[in-house]
């Protein structure tokens, strides 16, 4: 079964900070989304995450083109996962770089979570705390996991996640573009189904918005870009704390025609 995807996005500064530090990049014809969450000092934060999600996606797409396989490969995922996180450790190699080559610069660093539609599969690379939700049959499941020193507790039972969402240390994140030279980039694949929507966001959305009323929003607004409208209004309805950024797609399936065309262009790529 082959799917095809189409993404909506909106970006907010929120209430409370003078400028949006968030990323996103959506391209339709790579069946790609990518949401990034900067930090550092003046506008660092701004061209970490801008940085990310450009070198993500024109890596990707490079090695798409030459069929390149990564170094090192990971067995257990499919080539295009594979391909996704090698071009997040470029993304990483590029920030930490200018972020060690100038004092402006010095502890830039950003978040990064990509989803990228390859057949009936979701292949996912990820670090930070930004997230990646399946919304089906009503419900939102989170499909990865965040990298922040309160989620850590929260896994070992250390806290619980009310716990969490109130620590005045959510905020402090245990992996992120930038801050070290090789970070571990998480690897996920995900089997979709028709039907199935997606929701990338960055962490503006769920420190401000419930899940259950993130799920609320999806649920009874069918259209993506109207629910990534009411997501960010929401969000700053509740106070705006950070800058906010959400995509959302609809998985659907491939007509004969367009399935016909994959196999054309496949057959003389």
């Known amino acids: 079964m082959t799917f095809k995807i189409k993404f909506a996005w909106q970006s907010d500064t929120g209430k ?30 701004e061209v970490a995450s801008s940085m990310a999600v450009k070198v993500t996606r024109d890596k990707y797409d490079s090695m798409r083109r030459t069929n390149i396989k990564p170094s090192p490969f990971n067995e257990k995922f499919m080539l295009e996962t594979n391909q996704l996180g090698f071009a997040v450790q470029m993304a990483n190699s590029v920030i930490y770089e200018t972020g060690n080559s100038s004092p402006d610069n010095k502890g830039m660093g950003t978040t990064l979570t990509s989803a990228l539609l390859n057949g009936n599969r979701l292949c996912t690379a990820h670090i930070g705390d930004s997230r990646l939700y399946i919304f089906r049959s009503g419900a939102l499941q989170q499909i990865t ?37 090789n970070p571990l980039i998480d690897l996920i694949e995900t089997v979709v189904k028709d039907g199935d929507r997606l929701l990338l966001c960055t962490d503006g959305l769920f420190k401000a918005v419930s899940e259950e009323k993130t799920a609320e929003i999806l649920k009874t607004n069918p259209d993506d870009r109207k629910a990534c409208e009411l997501l960010v209004e929401t969000a700053n309805m509740n106070g705006g704390p950070d800058n906010v950024t959400v995509i959302a797609g609809t998985v659907s399936k491939k007509n004969l025609k367009e399935t016909f065309t994959d196999m054309f262009k496949k057959s003389y790529a």
């Open 145 to 181: 996991e965040d990298h922040s020193l309160v989620m850590e507790h929260v896994r070992k039972g250390l806290l619980t996640k009310e716990q969490a969402e109130k620590s005045p240390l959510q905020n402090i994140l245990t992996r992120a573009l930038g801050s070290q030279k």
């Open 16 to 45: 409370l900070r003078k400028n949006n530090e968030d990323s996103a990049l959506v391209d339709q014809d790579l069946g790609l989304a990518i949401v990034a969450d900067g930090m550092g000092g003046h506008s660092s934060g």
